[in-house]
């Protein structure tokens, strides 16, 4: 199964920092701005594309950061490493994407919500929009696509340790989130842990029936 985990900044709604809604988590970027471009992950938008054969409709645009080279350049993503990706093709497609991100003053990383039958880009994408009651236009950057309709955004309250925890080796486990943003879940067949871990983490993602938080904004 082609399946691929990203860490972010938490957010409680992903629909762009507020007062109400601050990034936590997210890295220098996050802490010197305030905001990262994961703020809009869980945000729908129709979108209608040019000269590319896919369907208009609304979908979530998704973002995680590759972090940069010695170059001070952004890395690409190595999506040779999904299952059945090869290079030097630039993009994946139908990925579980999920996406998690520390929980503040808890000490642990949750699953926040994932795309299921995601598009994964080996470089940075970009969106643009006009801008709303005549702001500046402006550029979304995103490296995952998926159909809002195969997207969940867990409730706040229910992203608990117990359920939807993410495992991290600096922690002392021994597979999950290193160093970068990415985890790419190799080595199942080797790693009787990582194989059930996996198992019950997709299991519990295809028989969610619980509340979507897609269309949940902040009271503003």
């Not at 409709?57 to 490493?81: A, P």
Request: glycine share 10%; charged share 25%; with cysteine.
């Amino acid at each position: 199964m082609r399946i691929l985990f990203c860490n972010i900044a938490y957010m409680k709604y992903y629909k762009g920092t507020c007062d109400q809604d601050k990034a936590y988590g997210g890295g220098s970027f996050v802490d010197a701005n305030g905001y990262g471009h994961e703020e809009y992950n869980f945000k729908p938008e129709y979108i209608e594309f040019k000269d590319t054969g896919m369907e208009p409709g609304d979908y979530c645009l998704g973002f995680f950061e590759t972090k940069m080279s010695k170059g001070n350049k952004l890395n690409e993503l190595h999506i040779e490493r999904i299952e059945g990706c090869i290079e030097p093709a630039t993009e994946v497609d139908g990925v579980l994407t999920v996406f998690c991100a520390p929980r503040q003053f808890q000490n642990y990383t949750t699953v926040v919500g994932w795309y299921k039958e995601s598009t994964v880009y080996r470089n940075y994408q970009q969106c643009f929009f006009a801008g709303e009651n005549g702001g500046e236009d402006y550029v979304q950057y995103y490296n995952i696509l998926a159909k809002a309709d195969d997207c969940v955004l867990l409730p706040a309250k229910a992203r608990t340790r117990d359920l939807w925890n993410v495992p991290r080796r600096a922690a002392g486990a021994s597979f999950g989130l290193g160093r970068a943003n990415v985890w790419f879940a190799e080595g199942r067949e080797k790693n009787k842990l990582l194989d059930e871990y996996l198992k019950r983490i997709v299991d519990q993602i295809e028989n969610y029936r619980g509340e979507n938080w897609l269309d949940k904004y902040p009271d503003i």
